[in-house]
């Protein structure tokens, strides 16, 4: 099963929340692969942001530094089996971008909650989206293994 998460630009929280869901998948034996994407092309090859980084590492998350953003394009959408959006808004606008692809959830339907971007906001506000995404996690992968179950 192939995972997509999405937001706006791809530097800060589906990166975060991509690196966050490998690690907890890491250690269980599940046939998950893991991908994010942004939806403005124009921020398409930039890094992860620092701060994106120096959080997750706080936390002994493993991240790949050198991540750049990449746009989703049709051809990573269609190939994902679920695609978790990181906001209501983002899931209304891929949803709107390719109306064929039927896969895609916002994260606040599976928890409850959006989460905001931090960009610009200081490291107080990644570490927000951090227990934000670390408290959503379990409901992710729950999510993630009935959908699989469902297949």
């Given amino acids: 099963m192939k995972v997509l998460f999405v937001c706006t630009g791809n530097t800060c929280r589906s990166p975060m929340l991509r690196f966050m869901f490998e ?6 034996d599940l046939n998950i692969s893991v991908d994010c ?22 936390h002994c ?3 790949n530094e050198g ?17 978790i959006c990181v906001t209501r808004e983002c899931a ?4 709107v971008q390719y109306p064929n692809v ?12 959006d989460v905001q971007d931090p ?3 200081g490291i107080e506000a990644y570490e927000k989206v951090y227990k934000l995404f670390e ?12 959908a699989n179950r469902a297949v």
Avoid: F, T
């Fill in 92 to 95: 209304k606008l891929l949803k």
């Fill in 23 to 28: 690690e907890l998948v890491r250690h269980i």
């Fill in 61 to 63: 998350v493993a991240c």
């Fill in 102 to 113: 039927h896969n895609v959830v916002s994260l606040s339907e599976i928890c409850g909650a």
């Fill in 37 to 58: 994407a942004g939806l403005l092309a124009q921020w398409q090859g930039k890094p992860i942001s620092d701060e994106a980084v120096k959080v997750l590492k706080a």
């Fill in 135 to 146: 408290n959503a996690l379990p409901k992710i992968l729950e999510y993630i293994c009935s």
């Fill in 119 to 121: 960009y610009g906001q």
């Fill in 67 to 83: 991540y750049l953003s990449k746009y989703c394009d049709m051809s990573i959408a269609s190939s994902a089996d679920i695609i």
